[in-house]
């Protein structure tokens, strides 16, 4: 697949993660600015980060000053240490989760040990493996910002917290000038490992963010939605 970054509106960016739901891979949007842009999540891997570099030269995007991550989970962060000179924005709770995957010996034969004592790992075990080239360079990013409920950047970027079964730390990024919310993966059920038969979408904390002067919303695996879009979605 080839990396590279779509125009959404005003000054948002997309880069879509891979369509193959088996090697979870998030997409990342850039809020551009001369002063600094806005990275949305960080890539999978360090590998992942690189290749996005990549596409924002070629698309002749400013360099991200602040990385935002929308929650902890691995398929946002794990590319956050190949970005050097960005402020790392997350929320609180995120903060500490991160501090304990840190600690975490990560390497091919970690990820089978925890598979072996817990089966439902293997699906994003397996696409860990499958993201990270050298482990050797693998470091685990806490924020260096933390926030409790909402921040606003110095380019006009609003990240809030909402929540969620999907992460606790689970936040939006809104972009008011461009009409964009990025909503991460706040919607969605909890991970495939921590999943029961009964998790749906959350379709009402969609619903509770729906705003009519936010015409687009942006999941991290599924394509852009307008707002009559993301209303019809809820009411089916």
């Known amino acids: 697949m080839v990396v590279a ?107 089978r040990e925890e598979v072996l004592r817990n089966r439902r790992l293997g699906p994003s075990f397996r696409a860990r493996a499958l993201a990270v080239d050298s482990w050797d360079e693998l470091t685990v990013l806490p924020p260096t910002r933390v926030f409790a409920d909402e921040v606003e950047l110095p380019t006009g970027v609003l990240v809030r917290h909402v929540g969620g079964r999907h992460a606790p730390d689970s936040s939006v990024v809104v972009v008011p000038d461009s009409g964009v919310m990025l909503l991460g993966d706040s919607w969605y059920p909890p991970p495939a490992h921590l999943r029961t038969p009964a998790d749906e979408p959350d379709l009402a904390l969609v619903g509770r963010l729906l705003d009519d002067d936010i015409r687009w919303y942006v999941s991290s695996h599924s394509p852009p939605m307008t707002l009559d879009e993301a209303r019809a979605a809820i009411a089916s």
């Not at 005003?10 to 193959?20: S, T, Y």
């Not at 998030?26 to 360090?46: F, K, M, N, W, Y």
């Not at 050097?84 to 995957?101: F, N």
């Open 5 to 111: 970054f779509e125009h959404l509106v005003g000054r948002v960016w997309l880069c879509p993660g891979d369509p193959d739901p088996d090697l979870v891979q998030a997409g990342v949007a850039v809020i551009a600015d001369e002063r600094g842009s806005v990275l949305v999540d960080a890539g999978q891997s360090p590998s992942h980060a690189r290749e996005i570099q990549a596409a924002l030269r070629a698309a002749g995007l400013p360099a991200p000053r602040w990385l935002v991550y929308t929650h902890h989970h691995w398929d946002h962060v794990w590319g956050a240490c190949a970005w050097p000179d960005v402020e790392i924005v997350g929320h609180v709770s995120g903060a500490e989760l991160l501090r304990a995957e840190a600690n975490r010996p990560w390497s091919v034969r970690y990820l």
